[in-house]
């Protein structure tokens, strides 16, 4: 049969859309949005800065290559900026390696409740999405083992994982990139790694550094707080550095991302507040939402997942619709597989606070 108009490649309909969180509630002038885990602290005062310098140029094309970037991110890290490639958002990134890298009839796996950029990415070129079974809201690394095929290219890995908050210690990481074979290409988003304070864990830069087949991306949307400004960033091998490089867009990070981008990375001290901020409230709202006789998934990020009951009237939905009406966004992860769960981020202390008091009005519980 004739198609009468244009059709989209198979997969693309299957997509279901991302859906950012919240940002408003309606009626409600001052809003806490605590849906997106984006830094309550803002960025650095240096970083905005060098924005607002960029406003005296803006006829200029920026670096088509972000090579300045690159150096910065390089001398942070002790990196070889030939093996970075910079982008709009790490959601760009994850993208452009399904592009280069996924065809028709090929697999990527990524676990139940991985970030929904993995399926997305997959669908769009044609391959097929594996889901893996987590174990407590934690990747299991024998269950993605147990899924490759000969059908296999690409392993996706949130870790820590959003919306779970959970991590897999690095032996384990190691463990599964063992187990793959050479030409499956393992994709560590380390989103959240500069939260992380666990001995036990790795970003993933020594096993880029000593592998053919692992990428890791990174974003300068969480603790960097430039999430408007759309900047990530991937280290790996040579070889999918220029795979990468041949597809993506040859301005696709624009001049202010650049140069906030380098201020920030270079900001140290205004990450480690943003760190420590973090440590506290983090632990405060996990002891708090336990005295309130709910469960919640330990995390190691900026951000908590909170499980509500389904009986008595007190489900997420109830919670979201309660809090909404007090100008407190959380996140509904309902397209996660978790419809009985909110995720909140950890905000400013009269965030959180509110958070709190207005929790326990909801459950019925005094604050």
């Known amino acids: 049969m004739t198609a009468t108009r244009p059709q989209p490649r198979p997969g693309v309909l299957a997509i279901d859309a991302y859906v950012p969180g919240r940002s408003s509630a309606p009626g409600i002038d001052k809003v806490f949005k605590l849906s997106s885990n984006e830094t309550p602290l803002g ?12 406003g005296r140029h803006l006829e200029d094309y920026p670096d088509g290559s972000a090579s300045d970037l690159r150096d910065a991110i390089g001398r942070v890290f002790g990196l070889d900026p030939a093996r970075i490639v910079c982008g709009a958002g790490s959601d760009d990134l994850l993208n452009l390696l ?3 890298y996924l065809a028709d009839g090929d697999e990527a796996i990524h676990t139940t409740h991985g970030f929904l950029v993995y399926p997305i990415a997959t669908l769009g070129t044609g391959a097929t999405p594996v889901v893996a079974p ?3 809201f934690t990747a299991s690394v024998d269950e993605i083992l147990k899924r490759v095929t000969p059908k296999t290219r690409m392993v996706f890995l949130a870790n820590p994982n959003n919306p779970t908050g959970t991590y897999i210690p690095f032996d384990e990481v190691k463990r599964l990139h063992n187990g793959l074979p050479p030409h499956v290409l393992f994709v560590l988003d380390a989103a959240y790694a500069e939260y992380v304070r666990r001995n036990d864990y790795e970003a993933g830069l020594e096993l880029v550094a000593t592998s053919e087949n692992v990428v890791m991306t990174r974003t300068f949307s969480k603790i960097h707080g430039l999430a408007a400004l759309r900047l990530g960033w991937m280290y790996g091998p040579a070889h999918v550095v220029d795979a990468v490089n041949r597809i993506r867009g040859p301005f696709n990070v624009n001049g202010a991302a650049i140069a906030a981008g380098i201020a920030a990375i270079e900001d140290a001290a205004h990450q480690e507040r943003s760190r420590e901020h973090n440590t506290e409230w983090l632990e405060w709202i996990f002891e708090e939402i336990g005295k309130l006789g709910l469960k919640v998934t330990p995390s190691v990020a900026n951000f908590v997942l909170i499980h509500f009951p389904q009986d008595k009237g007190r489900t997420a939905a109830g919670a979201n619709a ?4 007090r100008g407190l966004i959380l996140r509904q992860v309902t397209a996660y597989k978790l419809p009985n769960a909110l995720r909140m981020s950890v905000g400013t202390e009269e965030a959180n606070l509110l958070v709190m008091k207005a929790l326990a009005e909801f459950l019925g519980k005094t604050k």
């Open 322 to 325: 309660f809090l909404m009406k």
């Open 98 to 100: 399904a592009r280069a």
């Open 43 to 54: 960025p650095s005062p240096k970083a905005i800065a060098a924005y607002n310098a960029i």
């Open 134 to 136: 987590e174990k407590d």
